[in-house]
């Protein structure tokens, strides 16, 4: 049976996105709220935040035991270098569904 509940993502930056994409200087943070549901429960939630080369410059891996509501309040990212950054969060629901969200992030 084809399961058609993805985890569903709410994602708040400050500073807030402009044309698309969050603006920062060179050692600017960025700090988040978001919230990840899906009625199977959350069984894995990962961030990733990947330079325009595609290389994994931060990652963290989060516990959400199969919470139907994972929430996540002021969390803070350091951007110390300029550059074009993609935030991914990537989950997976207790059936074994995956959705993805992102954040393009330009440090100039």
Do not use: K
């Not at 990947?50 to 410059?57: A, R």
């Amino acid at each position: 049976m084809e399961n058609p509940n993805l985890p569903v993502f709410a994602i708040v930056t400050d500073p807030a996105p402009v044309d698309g994409h969050v603006e920062l200087a060179p050692g600017g943070l960025l700090t988040m709220a978001f919230e990840v549901t899906d009625n199977d429960g959350i069984a894995e939630l990962h961030l990733e935040v990947e330079d325009e080369n595609g290389n994994v410059v931060y990652e963290q891996e989060f516990a959400p035991a199969l919470a139907v509501t994972f929430s996540v309040d002021n969390y803070t990212i350091d951007f110390p270098n300029a550059g074009h950054y993609h935030l991914h969060l990537d989950a997976t629901d207790g059936a074994g569904m995956m959705n993805m969200a992102e954040v393009e992030i330009h440090v100039e």
